[in-house]
């Protein structure tokens, strides 16, 4: 089966233009092999080594082509740590949330069995429609993936009903055996909200998990200190910021939050899967950790740094961790 694309927004976006092309212009290869790397991360969330017991070098070289990572880097699916949700040859029910443009879903396309669906679920519509004209490439790999898009919030009724946006009919309780969420939960606002609301569409099953990956910055808001205002506690995002939780979450913060009384959920594993680093704009650095001090101690610090030439800035590179949680229900 092929891909349904449902468009529920009437909303007008006056940058949509541009917001689509920088969405595409900032698919380059740092976050291309981030995104192999989650790929690998999310096949073996059900393996005894993940997350691994330590972490020493960063992912790939950013002074090679792609980070020195082609194709051959993601896992084959007979590799003895791949979970078994993907061997078993069985359709699977899979939610992308936050799914962005689908650069990772293609990267996890081949794996899905014969059959599967697939619901990618995303707030913004222009990045929803480059994972649109990703669709020859995912049916490529998987022709017999069934594929729908959703522009939604999954903690904001009103913010749908403003927007005319209805409820994807698949996201029904209990029926999901996967449900990943990459590099996305330091942008919610609502943490507490979005998490319990995932945690009622996945299934009560060994194999069913909730696999979130996001970055986190502890070594470097460790060595270039500012003013001491990052924000990292999930019970306290910043309001005023697209940018909720400012450095991410660190490995203890989301087990601590995942077990609490309010989540809830019966296991939990978290840890560091790898350490990425990040070619980012300046102003992108300075949104992030809203701390102009700390940013200035790291510019003075002399980071590896290039001009982006399709958006006309200087970019630094960002050395972080990549965090994983896998939550069973």
Same mark, same amino acid.
């Given at each position: 089966?092929?891909?349904?694309?449902? &468009?529920?927004?009437?909303?007008? &976006? !006056?940058?949509?233009?541009?917001?689509?092309?920088?969405?595409?212009?900032?698919?380059?290869? %740092?976050?291309?092999?981030?995104?192999? !790397?989650?790929? &690998? /991360?999310?096949?073996?969330? =059900? /393996?005894?080594? *993940?997350?691994?017991? %330590?972490?020493?070098?960063?992912?790939?070289?950013?002074?090679?082509?792609?980070?020195?990572?082609?194709?051959?880097?993601?896992?084959?699916?007979?590799?003895?740590?791949?979970?078994?949700?993907?061997? /078993?040859?069985?359709?699977?029910?899979? #939610?992308? @949330?936050?799914?962005?443009?689908?650069?990772?879903?293609?990267?996890? !396309?081949?794996?899905?069995?014969?059959?599967?669906?697939?619901?990618?679920? +995303?707030?913004? *519509?222009?990045?929803?429609?480059?994972?649109?004209?990703?669709?020859?490439?995912? $049916?490529?790999? $998987?022709?017999?993936?069934?594929?729908?898009?959703?522009?939604?919030?999954?903690? +904001?009724?009103?913010?749908?009903?403003?927007?005319?946006?209805?409820?994807?009919?698949?996201?029904?309780?209990?029926?999901?055996?996967?449900?990943?969420?990459?590099?996305?939960?330091?942008?919610?606002? +609502?943490?507490?909200?979005?998490?319990?609301?995932?945690?009622?569409?996945?299934?009560?099953?060994?194999?069913?998990?909730?696999?979130?990956?996001?970055?986190?910055?502890?070594?470097?808001?460790?060595?270039?200190?500012?003013? $001491? &205002? #990052?924000?990292?506690?999930?019970?306290?995002?910043?309001?005023?910021?697209?940018?909720?939780?400012?450095?991410? @979450?660190?490995?203890?913060? @989301?087990?601590?939050?995942?077990? /609490?009384?309010?989540?809830?959920?019966?296991?939990?594993?978290?840890?560091?899967?790898?350490?990425?680093?990040?070619?980012?704009?300046?102003?992108?650095?300075?949104?992030?950790?809203?701390?102009?001090?700390?940013?200035?101690? @790291?510019? =003075? %610090?002399?980071?590896?740094?290039?001009? $982006?030439?399709?958006?006309?800035?200087?970019?630094?590179?960002?050395?972080?961790?990549?965090?994983? !949680?896998?939550?069973?229900?």
């Amino acid at each position: 089966m092929g891909m349904e694309f449902t &468009n529920t927004s009437t909303k007008p &976006n !006056a940058d949509h233009t541009y917001t689509k092309e920088v969405s595409r212009w900032s698919e380059n290869a %740092s976050l291309r092999a981030m995104m192999k !790397a989650n790929c &690998n /991360s999310i096949l073996t969330y =059900a /393996s005894p080594n *993940q997350p691994p017991v %330590s972490v020493d070098s960063f992912l790939g070289d950013y002074t090679k082509p792609e980070f020195g990572l082609d194709d051959s880097f993601l896992l084959k699916t007979d590799d003895l740590e791949v979970s078994p949700l993907f061997k /078993s040859g069985k359709p699977i029910k899979v #939610l992308d @949330f936050a799914c962005g443009t689908g650069m990772l879903a293609e990267y996890l !396309a081949p794996y899905f069995p014969a059959g599967s669906q697939f619901v990618g679920v +995303d707030l913004s *519509q222009s990045q929803l429609d480059i994972f649109d004209e990703r669709m020859k490439e995912i $049916n490529s790999k $998987n022709q017999n993936l069934d594929v729908k898009l959703y522009e939604y919030n999954i903690a +904001d009724d009103e913010f749908n009903k403003e927007n005319n946006l209805k409820e994807p009919v698949e996201l029904i309780e209990g029926t999901f055996d996967l449900i990943y969420c990459s590099t996305a939960y330091h942008h919610f606002h +609502d943490v507490e909200t979005i998490t319990k609301k995932l945690k009622t569409y996945l299934k009560k099953s060994d194999d069913a998990a909730l696999v979130i990956l996001d970055l986190y910055y502890g070594d470097f808001i460790s060595k270039f200190k500012g003013q $001491n &205002n #990052l924000n990292t506690d999930p019970e306290k995002p910043d309001p005023n910021n697209s940018v909720a939780h400012h450095g991410g @979450f660190s490995p203890e913060m @989301f087990q601590h939050f995942l077990t /609490s009384d309010k989540i809830a959920f019966s296991k939990v594993k978290t840890g560091i899967t790898f350490k990425p680093q990040q070619w980012i704009p300046e102003i992108g650095i300075r949104v992030f950790f809203n701390d102009n001090s700390l940013v200035d101690k @790291f510019i =003075a %610090s002399a980071p590896p740094m290039r001009k $982006n030439e399709a958006l006309n800035l200087q970019e630094y590179l960002v050395s972080g961790e990549m965090v994983i !949680a896998v939550c069973w229900k």
